[in-house]
Nanobody, 121 residues
């Protein structure tokens, strides 16, 4: 069983940066692929980025590639999402997910409660 808790969301101006963190409980964290998804009001949940268990492999949605970086520290049971050059369309609730496959949200077994990111233009 894994519990996930996101933090670091907030209000930022367009062009600014935020760093989201996802702290996980459970000893198996280092064996899980991790991902970030987001959901804006009235829209479906969408993939943002994913990282393999070792941190060597990553994948990003086209809309955030070059602006967002996903990383992890297995010793701290934490995964991060560094978000730079934020745009108003990045505004959403951001969710951390564990133990899944790539971009497929339905494949992830564990989810956090989400953290709100609001980008003002």
């Amino acid at each position: 069983q894994v519990q996930l808790e996101e933090s670091g969301g907030g209000l930022v101006q367009a062009g600014g940066s935020l760093r989201l963190s996802c702290a996980a409980s459970g000893r198996a964290f280092s064996s899980y692929a991790m991902a970030w998804f987001r959901q804006a009001p009235g829209k479906e949940r969408e993939f943002v980025g994913a990282i393999g268990w070792s941190g060597r492999s990553t994948a990003y949605a086209a809309s955030v590639k070059g602006r967002f970086i996903i990383s992890r520290e297995n010793a701290k049971n934490t995964v991060y999402l560094q978000m730079d050059n934020l745009k108003s369309e990045d505004s959403a609730v951001y969710y951390c997910a564990a133990d899944g496959v790539g971009i497929l949200s339905n494949s992830y077994k564990y989810w956090g409660q989400g953290t709100q990111v609001t980008v003002s233009s």
